[in-house]
């Protein structure tokens, strides 16, 4: 009776070991996977192989089991700083070991193995692309959460005196940016009780017509809830930028952020006296 051929998820069941193997040859040859130990790397692979064989074959009839191993190797990787190309590349390389164990398996049916060979390249490239996929959506999230991270870092709310708040602004100020200010801004006054609001835009490289509109809606919003604010560092050069295009602020202004502090001192009821140094007898 002639044999039945074996399907791909047969093939990898009956060869799994030598598979896994040459797998693991193949990668380490390439030398992308450095940031896994070799018990790491032999994990993935044997769970990639182990979910491979509960797949029918077919780029559609992908198991869930293995849809879910693709996601949490893409999130991993995403995580631990792999490139699309290492990441692409971990499944590519297991394209050779199965041509090998379909040669094997079917050395005296070239049509058969033919078949399963372009089968198996076929599988290997859609999964590759669902790898792909789910890792470049994870890239993205680390980057969009990275930035939320640093643009709230880059955004302190500074308690300079009772009732007085500065907020040193560094870099451009964009629609995202002024969303965070507003909200640490807001909180912060609410909690400090603070009467004065020095927003310090010496590190702001220039200052335009959208920029001043971002500056006015964190006023405004500040003076809701009941705080006066100043502007300070405003620069010769941002000056004369903002003369030219016609912005105004319709705002309290200093120059440097210790002049503003005075000021807000002064409005508050306090202010700042030189006194002569003690002469210790």
Do not use: Y
């Amino acid at each position: 009776m002639a044999r039945q051929p074996a399907s791909l998820n047969g093939i990898v069941a009956a060869h799994e070991d030598e598979i896994l193997r040459e797998w693991q040859r193949v990668l380490s040859l390439g030398g992308t996977e450095r940031r896994l130990t070799g018990r790491e790397i032999e994990a993935q692979c044997r769970a990639v192989l182990e979910a491979l064989k509960e797949s029918s074959g077919g780029t559609e009839e992908v198991s869930d089991r293995l849809q879910d191993l693709l996601a949490e190797i893409s999130r991993n990787r995403a995580t631990q700083g792999f490139g699309v190309t290492e990441t692409v590349g971990f499944l590519l390389s297991l394209k050779r070991p199965l041509v090998d164990a379909i040669g094997r398996e079917h050395a005296k049916a070239p049509a058969i193995a033919l078949r399963e060979t372009l089968a198996s390249t076929e599988l290997v490239d859609g999964l590759a692309l669902r790898l792909m996929d789910a890792f470049v959506r994870n890239r993205e999230e680390i980057i969009i959460r990275q930035q939320q991270e640093i643009a709230e870092l880059s955004t302190p709310v500074v308690k300079l005196w009772d009732g007085i708040l500065a907020v040193p602004l560094i870099g451009t100020l964009d629609s995202s940016r002024t969303q965070v200010v507003m909200e640490n801004l807001l909180q912060a006054i609410v909690d400090q009780s603070a009467q004065m609001t020095i927003i310090d835009i010496t590190g702001v490289p220039t200052v335009d017509t959208l920029v001043a509109q971002h500056l006015l809606k964190t006023i405004a919003a500040a003076r809701l809830m009941g705080a006066d604010c100043i502007i300070s560092g405003i620069r010769p050069q941002i000056a004369q930028t903002m003369v030219h295009l016609g912005v105004e602020l319709s705002v309290v202004s200093k120059a440097t952020l210790a002049e503003a502090l005075a000021h807000a001192l002064l409005k508050t009821g306090r202010a700042v006296v030189t006194r002569r140094p003690v002469v210790e007898a």
